[in-house]
Nanobody
Framework: QVQLAESGGGSVQAGGSLSLSCVASGYTNAEWCLGWFRQAPGKEREGVAT???????DYAESVKGRFAISRGDLKNTVYLQMNNLKPEDTAVYYC?????????????????????WGQGTQVTVSA
């Protein structure tokens, strides 16, 4: 079992920035494809950004150029820097993990195939 602990988030006005952090733990020496996903009220969870163990990244079209995902020195940490936030970015953001053999491209588009999720952190962007 892997545990995911998110931190960060909060409330900001449109145009502002926020950052999220996540640490994956539970398997000694395991490595994971990691990503950020979000779910707005009344909508399904969607992929935001993912990064695989080789550092390849993938982004939802709606956040390209505004968000940046990265891994920490400890490979089971992942960050999401969110700039130029918009009201439509408002959602609960979840950190997710998939086995290391999964590509960032596949994980972004098929998150529900994998069962490892954090508890979520709220991001609210006001107009």
């Amino acid at each position: 079992q892997v545990q995911l602990a998110e931190s960060g988030g909060g409330s900001v006005q449109a145009g502002g920035s926020l950052s999220l952090s996540c640490v994956a733990s539970g398997y000694t020496n395991a490595e994971w494809c990691l990503g950020w996903f979000r779910q707005a009220p009344g909508k399904e969870r969607e992929g935001v950004a993912t990064i695989d163990i080789d550092g390849s990244t993938d982004y939802a079209e709606s956040v390209k150029g505004r968000f940046a995902i990265s891994r920490g020195d400890l490979k089971n940490t992942v960050y999401l820097q969110m700039n130029n936030l918009k009201p439509e970015d408002t959602a609960v953001y979840y950190c997710g993990a998939a086995p290391k053999t999964v590509s960032s491209w596949y994980f972004l588009r098929n998150p529900e195939h994998f069962g490892y999720w954090g508890q979520g952190t709220q991001v609210t962007v006001s107009a």
